[in-house]
């Protein structure tokens, strides 16, 4: 395929190539696609690459499958939803709620503006529930990592393993720095522990409501902004006395501010903004 039209979208700077499904023929290789879309240089550039697969039932209204700038499939995508969701809104494919069917879970959005002509809008996505996968409901402790060229002691982390459908492990009590985020996550992302690899987020508490994240996405490296990631971090601040259940949370990342709230009957409410920045078309090739 050597024309194919792409929506180009992002919520807080996690940004996706999008693929319309309803509108053009799906790629036959879409994590080939993915590694060369997402090059930053040498593709359109993004976090990774979402397919919009129309569904036959009535069970959704949408399926999504989302892939790393590695190629490798993931299972959820907070900030993708978001974005199909808007995009469905947009092409008035939904009245109120989208359904969105994930890899792992079949997940709501709703949209707010509802209309035809909005490239961008606030959207809230019921996440369902989390699983809180420590042993002893709170904390592991890695110890036995260690960096190429570092002689240092490996340093202890502590985190909470928590999946939103897909794995996070959250970490509290580290600086926010590139060595942390970038050699550090890099090094937790392959872990032995993860035997499917894991996102991994760095929290630092401004105060009870308000959190500040940077996240090492699994497959994608460093990124602006993770909507599962800021449900485990809620989740996670919640189990460790931090934050409160039932109140909403406030997650700031460097590409923006979502918010979060674990709510008394069980599932994680993820609110944010999600916007259209272009549509065109690729000719790169491997569709
Ligand atoms: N950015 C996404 C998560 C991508 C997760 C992916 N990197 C994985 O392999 O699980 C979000 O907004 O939830």
């Not at 994590?31 to 129309?54: E, M, Q, T, Y």
Request: include cysteine; charge should be negative.
């Amino acid at each position: 395929m050597h024309n194919l039209p792409f929506i180009k979208m992002h919520g807080c700077g996690n940004d996706y190539v999008f693929v319309d499904g309803f509108e053009t023929d799906l790629p036959r290789h879409p994590a080939k696609l993915a590694i060369k879309v997402a090059n930053r240089n040498f593709g359109v550039g993004s976090d990774g690459l979402i397919l919009l697969v129309p569904v036959a039932d009535d069970t959704a209204d949408v399926e999504m499958r989302m892939f790393n700038a590695d190629g490798s499939e993931g299972d959820m995508c907070g900030n993708g939803v978001r974005c199909v969701a808007l995009w469905m809104a947009r092409q008035r494919r939904i009245s109120e709620l989208c359904r969105v069917r994930t890899k792992s879970r079949l997940v709501t959005a709703t949209v707010s503006p509802l209309s035809a002509d909005s490239n961008s809008g606030t959207v809230s996505v019921d996440m369902g529930a989390p699983v809180i996968e420590s042993a002893d409901g709170t904390t592991e402790c890695l110890t036995d990592i260690s960096l190429p060229g570092q002689s240092e002691s490996p340093p202890q982390i502590e985190f909470t393993r928590v999946s939103m459908g897909n794995p996070h492990a959250v970490i509290f009590n580290q600086e926010l720095s590139d060595r942390n985020v970038k050699l550090l996550g890099a090094a937790i992302e392959r872990h032995s522990t993860f035997p499917n690899g894991t996102n991994v987020e760095w929290v630092n508490i401004v105060s009870p409501t308000e959190l500040q994240v940077r996240v090492w996405e699994r497959g994608s490296g460093e990124t602006l902004a993770c909507g599962s990631g800021a449900c485990a971090v809620g989740v996670a601040a919640v189990l460790r006395g931090v934050c409160r259940r039932g109140e909403p949370i406030g997650i700031s990342l460097p590409g923006g501010r979502l918010e979060i709230c674990w709510k008394p009957e069980g599932h994680v409410l993820l609110t944010g903004p999600a916007t259209v920045s272009f549509v065109g078309t690729w000719h790169g090739g491997v569709a």
